[in-house]
């Protein structure tokens, strides 16, 4: 009983009550999102002008109702109200007259003062009571109709096909029948086929410049979505250009800083695989000599075969000690989160550790009021550590500036030391590589300069001051 009820109610629950949806609602919305999504255009650029076009036509159709229903309607009503004065002028003039002298002269005047066309007929009677719609736009057949009607106590017809450009209105008198045409043109408002002219075609217009601006700008999109999907397949699209608008051209410049740095660290690991191959190809090849000739020592030489086996030790010591800066190296900035850091109680942290592990002098000085940063504070205490104390390893008096730079902050660490040739100062941030020829593993600069442009900052190697080397490295906010 309680599944049935789980398969036949989704529940959903939150701080004040529990609600059952059933699932015939759920399978609804789905299907509804489903019909949405297989009607709307899939790409953005058409998305887009349906956004356009919508509003468009909405914000336009309102227009021509108003229009329609207000400035039409009251132009009709004017019109249709003046000819039916006119018409009802006439009529009074034949019913007030017997003589066939003063028809005609009734004629002449409404042909010379309102222009309408006037055919008598006597003895004939009134056929019919049709109306039909008029091809005029606008509701002036409804208008004329009601104004006749109200005007007008004899029975009439409005035809407006029979006679082109004429208006037929036939009335029924004493004995007789009256035809008036009257021009089609007294009951047109004549701006009303310009006003839709520029109704639709300012609209038509403004649809044809507003496609053409969001296609230049979604050319932008275009192109960084396909080198975004280029690169995604392993293809190096190579640098994208910055176009378009300012949210674009970030985009853009993301893209080309993130590209670089993704070919960068895969440069770095392949480095990495292999180097790991030669570096411990030494120490193992000695591991397996030594171990091949313990079984022909035997244990008659105690004394070697305790000098053996502190090699080997050592050797292993030298492997893991390889081992744990490539892994520390691979690690980079590992797992840990950016916070919000007191970049000098940081650093007064690092040159304490600094000061304790040596005794030559070190020199700090940091500017007040320093902003904190968002950072990575393990990883940066790592980078000054490491440069800190090769400073201290290699050179003789350190000095330590912190002070705020644009929009970020800069360290300058000066030594007195041997410093670094100019030719090599790049090539020390490459894996593997040192700056003297001391022991160790060359890692520390490229683990420091990974984790700077980490921070989206900047690491540089220039000549001191002091004649040794200069490590100036920039942190934006």
Wanted: proline share 3%; net charge positive; aromatic share 8%.
């Amino acid at each position: 009983m309680k599944n049935s009820l789980i398969t036949e109610n989704i529940i959903v629950k939150n701080s004040y009550t529990n609600l059952k949806i059933p699932n015939y609602f759920i399978n609804r919305k789905f299907i509804v999102d489903r019909t949405v999504r297989r009607i709307l255009p899939r790409s953005l650029f058409s998305r887009s002008l349906l956004m356009i076009l919508i509003p468009l036509i909405v914000t336009q159709t309102i227009s021509l109702e108003l229009f329609y229903g207000n400035y039409l309607s009251t132009v009709s009503r004017r019109l249709t109200d003046t000819v039916g004065s006119e018409v009802e002028f006439i009529v009074n003039q034949f019913n007030q007259t017997n003589s066939r002298v003063k028809y005609n002269q009734i004629i002449e005047d409404a042909q010379k003062y309102f222009q309408y066309s006037i055919t008598w007929r006597k003895g004939q009677i009134f056929l019919g009571n049709s109306r039909k719609k008029s091809n005029i736009i606008g509701p002036v057949d409804e208008l004329l109709n009601q104004t006749l009607s109200d005007r007008l106590d004899e029975r009439f017809v409005v035809d407006w096909f029979s006679v082109k450009d004429q208006v037929k209105i036939s009335i029924e008198l004493k004995k007789s029948v009256v035809d008036i045409l009257i021009p089609k043109k007294k009951l047109t408002a004549g701006s009303v086929w310009l006003f839709i002219f520029w109704i639709v075609g300012s609209a038509l217009v403004l649809f044809i410049m507003t496609s053409v601006f969001a296609w230049i700008q979604f050319r932008a999109i275009r192109r960084l979505s396909r080198s975004v999907e280029k690169f995604g397949k392993g293809i190096d699209p190579g640098n994208l250009h910055p176009d378009g608008s300012r949210e674009l051209r970030n985009a853009a410049i993301a893209f080309n800083v993130m590209r670089e740095r993704i070919l960068r660290y895969v440069k770095q690991r392949t480095v990495i695989l292999a180097s790991v191959s030669h570096d411990l190809r030494t120490p193992l090849t000695r591991l397996r000599l030594s171990l091949a000739m313990l079984p022909q020592k035997g244990m008659f030489n105690a004394e070697e075969q305790v000098q053996d086996i502190l090699e080997m030790i050592t050797d292993i010591e030298e492997m893991e000690q390889m081992i744990s800066a490539y892994l520390s190296f691979a690690r980079g900035e590992g797992t840990e989160e950016p916070v919000s850091t007191d970049v000098s109680q940081l650093i007064k942290d690092c040159v304490a550790a600094a000061s304790r592990a040596d005794t030559r002098f070190l020199s700090v000085e940091i500017d007040h009021d320093l902003p904190d940063l968002i950072i990575r504070p393990h990883s940066i205490r790592r980078v000054f550590s490491n440069i800190l104390d090769n400073a201290k390893r290699y050179g003789g008096d350190v000095k330590l500036r912190v002070h705020m730079k644009g929009k970020g902050i800069q360290f300058i660490i000066d030594d007195d030391g041997p410093g670094i040739e100019i030719e090599r100062r790049e090539s020390v941030f490459t894996p593997f590589e040192t700056g003297n020829r001391q022991k160790g593993t060359g890692l520390g600069l490229s683990i420091a300069k990974n984790i700077i442009q980490g921070h989206g900052g900047d690491i540089k190697l220039e000549t001191s001051p002091l004649g040794g080397l200069r490590v100036m490295i920039f942190i934006p906010r």
